[in-house]
């Protein structure tokens, strides 16, 4: 092993111990009363802006648990959902006008959004 | 004495000793109390890997020391519905937080990962059909359960 290895090993185990908090900010959710599943109809990966990488599988179900300014809150019903950046928080994702534009954190009650929103079409589950 | 020869077997040993050996998960179904009302379950563990194996801290739930993490064990928490928050004391903190709802059952895996003068340990989150399945692997490192 060659000392460029090392210094590469070094170099990824810091910027690991470095990694930034998750961007959020305070909001507050209105429960819904919604009561129909929903179903991701495709699949949708995305990277957040703390560089980890996400994916919601299609076929994932969701129920519609409340809104926030930002779009309405989707909980998952048989999967779970983190963001990570120094620390990993539950999340729901919260979705507009067919798009994944962020999260809501159930512990911290705060939204953190995606930079970069990403295609999430959702269905009602039939029945 | 050959050092080449003799580390490796050392390590090994090491790794091998630190690793859980307790009952496995079907065997004390049973015992496994039902969860009281307002409550829900935690379930605690860590794959069976001798990546890391010696480091092996201690997990906290909501700031009390519940368990510690070591390779291929497993144990369980009942806590009042609520935010949960789960940490490792390793080189450096990294926070687990999520809900618990009454009567839901979580699974938290400890994952060992690179830091900087040492391997660190840090909690995530996993799908129940994911937890469930690899909880069956895993060894019961607990306090005694009544039977």
């Given at each position: 092993m060659t000392?460029m290895?090392?210094?590469?090993?070094a170099?990824?185990?810091?910027?690991?111990?470095c990694?930034?908090?998750?961007?959020?900010?305070p909001t507050e959710?209105?429960?819904?009363?919604?009561s129909?599943?929903?179903?991701a109809t495709g699949a949708?990966?995305?990277t957040?802006?703390?560089?980890?990488s996400?994916?919601?599988?299609?076929g994932?179900?969701?129920m519609?648990?409340?809104?926030i300014g930002e779009?309405?809150?989707?909980k998952?019903l048989?999967a779970v959902?983190?963001?990570e950046?120094?620390?990993?928080?539950e999340a729901?994702?919260?979705?507009s006008?067919g798009r994944?534009v962020g999260?809501y954190?159930?512990?911290e009650?705060?939204?953190?959004p995606?930079?970069?929103?990403v295609?999430?079409?959702?269905?009602?589950?039939?029945? | 004495?050959?050092?080449?020869k003799?580390?490796?077997?050392?390590l090994?040993?090491?790794a091998i000793?630190g690793?859980?050996s307790?009952?496995k998960?079907?065997e004390l179904?049973?015992?496994?109390?039902?969860?009281k009302a307002g409550?829900?379950?935690?379930y605690?563990?860590r794959?069976?890997s001798m990546?890391?194996?010696a480091v092996?801290?201690t997990?906290?739930?909501?700031g009390n020391?519940v368990?510690?993490s070591?390779?291929?064990?497993?144990?369980f928490v009942?806590?009042?519905?609520?935010?949960?928050?789960v940490?490792?004391a390793?080189?450096?903190?990294?926070?687990?937080t999520?809900?618990?709802?009454?009567?839901q059952t979580?699974?938290v895996?400890t994952v060992?990962?690179?830091?900087v003068?040492?391997?660190?340990?840090?909690?995530?989150?996993?799908?129940p059909?994911e937890?469930?399945?690899?909880l069956?692997?895993?060894?019961y490192?607990?306090s005694?359960?009544k039977?």
């Amino acid at each position: 092993m060659t000392p460029m290895f090392f210094a590469v090993l070094a170099t990824a185990a810091i910027l690991g111990a470095c990694a930034t908090e998750v961007v959020r900010r305070p909001t507050e959710i209105s429960p819904s009363s919604a009561s129909h599943p929903l179903v991701a109809t495709g699949a949708s990966s995305f990277t957040l802006d703390s560089g980890y990488s996400r994916s919601i599988a299609a076929g994932t179900e969701f129920m519609e648990l409340g809104r926030i300014g930002e779009g309405r809150v989707l909980k998952p019903l048989k999967a779970v959902f983190t963001v990570e950046g120094a620390h990993m928080h539950e999340a729901y994702p919260v979705e507009s006008g067919g798009r994944l534009v962020g999260f809501y954190l159930p512990v911290e009650r705060s939204f953190s959004p995606l930079s970069r929103p990403v295609d999430l079409v959702l269905e009602r589950k039939p029945e | 004495m050959n050092c080449t020869k003799l580390l490796p077997a050392l390590l090994l040993s090491l790794a091998i000793a630190g690793c859980a050996s307790g009952p496995k998960h079907s065997e004390l179904a049973s015992a496994i109390p039902a969860l009281k009302a307002g409550e829900g379950r935690i379930y605690f563990y860590r794959s069976n890997s001798m990546l890391g194996a010696a480091v092996q801290p201690t997990v906290s739930l909501n700031g009390n020391v519940v368990g510690d993490s070591k390779p291929g064990g497993f144990f369980f928490v009942d806590a009042k519905a609520g935010p949960m928050e789960v940490t490792t004391a390793t080189e450096v903190e990294k926070k687990l937080t999520f809900t618990l709802e009454p009567r839901q059952t979580r699974y938290v895996r400890t994952v060992i990962g690179m830091g900087v003068f040492m391997g660190r340990v840090y909690p995530e989150l996993v799908d129940p059909t994911e937890g469930e399945a690899e909880l069956r692997q895993m060894s019961y490192i607990g306090s005694a359960l009544k039977k």
